[in-house]
């Protein structure tokens, strides 16, 4: 059986959406680095879009609120 692979990851609640999205910290980067590129609005988060994963874009503004999480597995739970 192979191991799950973990991973940190920034966590957002959007406006009007049940689920959260994540955004998996970079490559290089720690998830303490990432937010702080997010809520500066730097690097990958200078426009009016987020990626999150699966190849979705959110709008910046419908971000209700963020949070790290560390340890979350493939499925995107802890």
Do not use: C, N, P
């Not at 059986?1 to 049940?18: F, K, P, W």
């Not at 720690?30 to 709008?59: N, S």
Request: negative net charge; proline residues 0%; charged residues 35%.
């Amino acid at each position: 059986m192979e191991a799950e692979t973990r991973y940190d990851a920034l966590e957002l609640q959007v406006i009007d959406q049940e689920r959260y999205e994540y955004i998996r910290a970079r490559e290089g980067v720690t998830v303490d680095e990432e937010l702080v590129h997010f809520l500066r609005r730097t690097h990958a988060y200078e426009l009016g879009w987020v990626k999150v994963e699966g190849e979705k874009y959110i709008r910046y503004e419908r971000i209700a609120s963020v949070a790290i999480k560390r340890g979350l597995g493939d499925d995107g739970g802890s």
